[in-house]
């Protein structure tokens, strides 16, 4: 069974608007969450983190929400530019362990 | 040289056939691993190497057989694979904080995309 998990496949958003990607995972023992993005041909690039001690972190135009009671997190892009399509992955992990468990991805695309 | 670079990019291999993946990191980090990446299915963590000792194998068959001869460089040694072992697969390197919350964020290169016929 998944413990992490990033129900929406696939999100199409228009230039200028907000994008919000999803996940949720089963394991309150998870205590540091990632953003990554991933494009084609390309290994995955680090975008955003944030501790269990947060419930917010912001960089630019990317930021991330954590709510512990729902084990949900999620990311928040505005304003959405095309340069930002791509398939993005949510991480968890554990102090203490190296297992950074990923959902299988969001492919997003930015309209024109 | 910059990041984390892994060599072949691409590799068509038979069942019979041994081969190996490399990696390389340039970041100065303590840790690398390996992850799996198949169609429609998360990224599935294999190995991980700390100060190369390998800490974690994730119930990975032995046909695959990990090697870290120093902290820089990784290897992936592949014997005997099976065409369901077709995936890309990934290595990554992260700076770890023993003994504090995780704040190594990985650093992954480019994939392997490995082809077994």
């Known amino acids: 069974d998944q413990q992490v998990k990033q129900n929406s496949p696939s999100l199409s958003v228009q230039e200028g608007r907000i994008s919000i990607l999803n996940c949720d995972y089963t394991?309150?023992?998870?205590?540091?969450f990632l953003w990554y993005k991933k494009y084609p041909a390309e290994g995955p690039t680090f975008l955003i983190s944030?501790?269990?001690?947060?419930d917010k972190n912001e960089d630019g135009r990317f930021t991330v929400f954590l709510n512990k009671s729902a084990k949900h997190l999620s990311l928040h892009i505005v304003p959405s530019q095309p340069g930002d399509s791509a398939v993005y992955f949510c991480?968890?992990?554990?102090?203490?362990?190296?297992?950074?468990?990923f959902g299988t991805g969001t492919r997003l695309k930015v309209l024109a | 040289e910059t990041g984390v670079t892994q060599t072949p990019r691409h590799l068509v291999m038979g069942m019979t056939n041994k081969k190996s993946l490399k990696c390389e990191q340039h970041?100065?980090?303590?840790?690398m691993y390996w992850y799996k990446q198949s169609a429609k299915k998360p990224l599935e963590l294999m190995f991980v190497?700390?100060?190369?000792?390998?800490?974690e194998n994730n119930s990975v068959p032995s046909r695959f057989s990990p090697e870290c001869p120093n902290s820089s460089h990784l290897f992936l040694h592949l014997h005997t694979l099976q065409p369901e072992d077709s995936a890309l697969y990934l290595c990554?390197?992260?700076?770890?904080?023993?003994?504090?919350?995780?704040?190594?964020?990985?650093?992954f290169g480019e994939g392997s995309r490995l082809t077994v016929l």
């Open positions: 990554a390197s992260s700076q770890e904080t023993f003994g504090a919350l995780a704040t190594g964020e990985l650093f």
């Open positions: 394991n309150s023992m998870f205590d540091y």
């Open positions: 944030i501790s269990s001690i947060k």
């Open positions: 991480a968890v992990s554990t102090s203490g362990t190296y297992k950074y468990i």
């Open positions: 970041l100065g980090h303590n840790a």
């Open positions: 190497y700390s100060l190369e000792e390998r800490v």
